[in-house]
């Protein structure tokens, strides 16, 4: 489940039913995603929420560790991978560099003018400390 599981709201039922799905000692299960506490305010956050397309719902990294484990997943690596995302991100961001100047069509350059101002805000939430990205994987305890 790739970064999307911030966006649902009945989190322990999207885990009891990818642990379902799993089989024994041999499914694995990998999670990426977008985590933050309930309680965390931010301007870096609040600007992030705000241009997600659909309602974002708080999860913190141990409750999801809590959720997997009380659903019989044996999770083999629990990481926060903020730092590695927003280098991703920055990486991206030289590209819009080399082109900076160059000639694109309107729509394009609306696109990328979009796109800049998503990931910024993204960056910036996730450099605040106050919004995660984790990558989980596991498997079905036997």
Same mark, same amino acid.
Request: glycine share 6%.
């Given at each position: 489940?790739?970064?999307?599981?911030?966006?649902?709201?009945?989190? !322990?039922?999207?885990?009891?039913?990818?642990?379902?799905?799993?089989?024994?000692?041999?499914?694995?299960?990998?999670?990426?995603?977008?985590?933050?506490?309930?309680?965390?305010?931010? !301007?870096?956050?609040?600007?992030?929420?705000?241009?997600?397309?659909?309602?974002?719902?708080?999860?913190?990294?141990?409750?999801?560790?809590?959720?997997?484990?009380?659903?019989?997943?044996?999770?083999?690596?629990?990481?926060? !991978?903020?730092?590695?995302?927003?280098?991703?991100?920055?990486?991206?961001?030289?590209?819009?560099?080399?082109?900076?100047?160059?000639?694109?069509?309107?729509?394009?350059?609306?696109?990328?003018?979009?796109?800049?101002?998503?990931?910024?805000?993204?960056?910036?939430?996730?450099?605040?400390?106050?919004?995660?990205?984790?990558?989980?994987?596991?498997?079905?305890?036997?």
């Amino acid at each position: 489940m790739r970064e999307v599981l911030y966006t649902m709201e009945d989190k !322990e039922t999207v885990v009891a039913k990818m642990y379902d799905s799993l089989k024994e000692g041999e499914a694995y299960l990998v999670i990426t995603g977008f985590l933050f506490d309930e309680d965390a305010e931010s !301007e870096e956050l609040t600007a992030w929420k705000e241009v997600q397309p659909n309602p974002v719902y708080p999860w913190t990294a141990e409750t999801l560790k809590s959720s997997l484990v009380s659903h019989g997943v044996l999770a083999r690596v629990t990481e926060d !991978e903020s730092e590695r995302y927003s280098e991703m991100i920055r990486g991206w961001a030289g590209y819009l560099n080399e082109i900076i100047g160059k000639s694109v069509n309107e729509a394009f350059g609306r696109q990328l003018v979009h796109e800049a101002q998503y990931w910024l805000l993204l960056t910036s939430a996730l450099d605040s400390g106050v919004l995660k990205y984790y990558r989980v994987e596991g498997v079905k305890r036997s």
